[in-house]
């Protein structure tokens, strides 16, 4: 069974950073790309950024670009998300998705409110 657990969210001040973190199981972690995702309230789901299985290219929304960082440890089937310079506009759900064989996975989510 595939699973993704979240965590690292929390509440931050504008300006302030926080690290998120996806453990998987269930998979040949060093195989799969990694996504991170994220819903902000009232808004469709977004893409926020990608990393390939060995960690050499990696893509980001040109909203997050220069702010967040994906990374990922294959000896320790994570990835993570670094971000740094938050904005009140990047309070949302954060989601870990992987997909492979036609088939997409997803954690539950972590959240990250971003307010004074």
């Known amino acids: 069974q595939v699973q993704l657990v979240e965590s690292g969210g929390g509440l931050v001040q504008p300006g302030g950073s926080l690290r998120l973190s996806c453990v998987a199981s269930?998979?040949?972690?060093?195989?799969?790309?990694m996504s991170w995702y994220r819903q902000a309230p009232g808004k469709e789901r977004e893409l926020v950024a990608t990393i390939t299985t060995n960690g050499v290219i990696t893509n980001y929304a040109d909203v997050v670009k220069g702010r967040f960082t994906i990374s990922r440890d294959n000896a320790k089937n994570t990835v993570y998300l670094q971000m740094n310079n938050l904005r009140r506009e990047d309070t949302a759900m954060y989601y870990c998705n992987t997909k492979g064989f036609g088939i997409e996975y997803w954690g539950k989510g972590t959240l990250v409110t971003v307010s004074s």
């Open positions: 269930g998979i040949t972690f060093s195989r799969y790309s």
